[in-house]
């Protein structure tokens, strides 16, 4: 079945359990207010980032595509985007981490394709378009810093979280979206506040995708870069809000060096973050990134990893000292008195694995009803099986047809009779097949004859625990969409008709048919109608400035009139000087 999206040279290569989250980007939605919201802040941005943002950023808007007159297109990014190796595609507000990380893996930016509205010009809780394209996009063309997302992207999205996460996730998302709202009620706003609140309290031990999400909010969404005491921004968060991207530069909001202490640092998306973390190059960001993947069950293993999946209660793989891999939800382990994990159970329908390709015969299919282990050396036998030649395994009577008892050094028996060993490419061993087989540990039963073929996965020790599967073809239902939608926003008639006006100056300014008499219709319109509406007013003003239109200083007056009122004081202010200049 082909894709509701379309392919390109890096798209193609995203997983099918990806595409589900890519919608079609809704352009025709996007009302002329919305336009001239992007025209406003792409145009301040661009002033004002020229003086405090890392070089990268004005040089990466051109090689991106990014238009400082018009919401980009997804298409159109992607045409340029590709040039540089990264792609774009539509999504519907915030994704789980993981899918988030995955697709950032594969060199792919996951644009929010909702617009802020005016209310939310300075900063939105919420994804959005001039978030993700406007930030994130420019800094992808420096090559550095684009590896380094990729490779966050790799290690993040085997990071394993823990069962609050999701919870969490979701209460974030509907706060997001309720926020940007104009119809939300102050109620729904209130108890999805003190939701997330109320998770933000009862976390408990941060898990690892909770530590590599504020790795990522303090780099690639809050990151500061260059000298501590006048550092540039690069953080897509700060570049795309012309509020914070001010107040991060003032004293009041405390600078720190970069290092991984930052994993531990939480962060709130509905208020301005009263510190940043400096970073004194991209290089810097990379070390960083992998001391913490050093700490994390994907090259730890053990039975801390096993643990930590346990506690996920979601799918999740380990991987042996032969390079068998086992996916699937696991719900126990047994340690020895030296905190060595020495057998394992998954839940439900389980995979094995080798070099992430599923093995023949070993599917959800064939393990419907979960899978165990036991892990470690046979006692008083100083080959690990892992290792055992043929011969070996012959002289210690481990071969087809053969009834065999053993005993592991952790206490683990196994009993039955072998029908088959599967080995890897290279000859090694990875599994042994039993029928009629008995796996107990002390006086409890592990698996008995009556559930059928017994399959043994062979490793002395686990070298890796790790989120999702080892093959993602393994699951079918990989990754859950979430249920709570971005709401459409509903225009009244009142509000329709502003953004006609808003539509007329936009096609006079790109068609290049604007005349003083239209303008002076519609600044009457506007004054009589919509007389509180600053945005439209700047647009007209910056007109006639242009054009040199007697009716300049009118216009001029009564947006120093609206000056009066504290929300638009700043907004106005920099709109003029822009205009000025």
């Not at 297109?73 to 988030?100: C, H, T």
């Not at 801390?304 to 891999?325: A, F, R, Y």
């Not at 953004?499 to 009589?528: C, G, H, P, Q, W």
Request: some cysteine; overall charge negative.
């Amino acid at each position: 079945m082909s894709p509701h999206f379309e392919l390109n040279e890096v798209t193609k290569k995203l997983p099918k359990h990806l595409h589900k989250f890519v919608i079609q980007q809704p352009y025709n939605e996007y009302t002329a207010q919305n336009q001239a919201v992007w025209r406003y802040v792409m145009r301040m941005n661009v002033a004002y980032l020229s003086k405090v943002a890392h070089g990268s950023y004005l040089e990466g808007l051109e090689k991106t595509g990014i238009s400082i007159a018009q919401i980009p297109y997804m298409q159109g990014m992607n045409r340029i985007l590709k040039e540089i190796g990264w792609a774009a595609v539509s999504v519907d507000g915030f994704i789980p981490p993981n899918a988030f990380m995955e697709f950032q893996a594969y060199n792919v930016l996951v644009i929010a394709s909702d617009m802020r509205t005016i209310n939310h010009i300075e900063y939105t809780p919420a994804p959005d378009i001039i978030h993700e394209a406007a930030g994130h996009a420019p800094i992808i063309a420096n090559p550095e810093y684009a590896e380094y997302l990729r490779r966050f992207g790799e290690i993040g999205s085997k990071a394993i979280s823990s069962a609050k996460d999701y919870e969490m996730y979701e209460a974030i998302r509907l706060l997001s979206i309720l926020k940007e709202n104009p119809n939300s009620s102050e109620k729904a706003i209130k108890e999805a506040e003190e939701k997330v609140a109320f998770l933000q309290e009862n976390m408990g031990e941060l898990s690892e995708m909770a530590q590599i999400r504020n790795l990522h909010w303090w780099t690639v969404e809050y990151g500061l870069i260059g000298n501590i005491k006048k550092p540039k921004i690069y953080g897509a968060g700060l570049l795309s809000s012309i509020g914070e991207s001010k107040w991060c530069m003032q004293d009041e909001v405390k600078k720190v060096p970069y290092s991984i202490e930052a994993a531990r640092v939480n962060f709130d998306i509905t208020k301005p973050q009263p510190q940043l973390f400096v970073t004194p190059d991209f290089a810097h960001l990379s070390l960083v990134l992998e001391q913490f993947a050093n700490k994390m069950g994907i090259r730890t293993g053990g039975l801390q990893g096993l643990q930590k999946l346990i506690d996920s209660k979601n799918l999740g793989t380990i991987e042996l000292s032969t390079g068998v891999q086992i996916s699937g939800v696991f719900t126990k382990v047994i340690a020895d008195e030296n905190g060595k994990p020495i057998y394992f159970q998954t839940t439900g329908e389980t995979a094995l694995s080798n070099r992430d390709k599923e093995l023949i015969g070993h599917g959800v299919e064939n393990h419907k009803d979960g899978f165990g282990s036991p892990i470690g050396k046979l006692k008083g036998i100083n080959i690990p099986i892992e290792n055992m030649s043929p011969r070996d395994l012959e002289a210690y009577q481990i071969y087809e047809g053969k009834q065999i008892n053993l005993e592991f050094e952790g206490g683990i028996y196994v009993e039955g009779e072998v029908i088959t060993g599967t080995r890897d490419l290279r000859g090694r061993i990875q599994l042994i097949t039993f029928k009629n087989c008995t796996v107990r540990y002390l006086n409890e039963i592990l698996f008995q004859p009556e559930w059928g073929i017994y399959d043994m996965a062979i490793g002395k020790e686990v070298v890796a625990a790790y989120s999702g599967p080892a093959d993602v073809n393994s699951f079918l239902e990989l990754g859950k969409v979430s249920e709570t939608k971005t709401q459409k926003i509903r225009y009244s008639a009142s509000e329709q008709d502003l953004y006609a006006l808003y539509k007329e100056v936009r096609e006079m300014r790109e068609n290049n048919t604007v005349s003083e008499r239209k303008i002076e219709d519609i600044f009457k319109e506007l004054n009589r109608k919509f007389p509180s509406d600053w945005l439209l007013l700047l647009e007209l003003y910056e007109l006639t400035l242009h054009y040199k239109y007697k009716n300049t200083s009118l216009i001029l007056e009564k947006l120093e009139g609206l000056k009066c009122n504290k929300s638009y004081t700043k907004l106005i202010e920099n709109g003029l000087a822009l205009c000025n200049q």
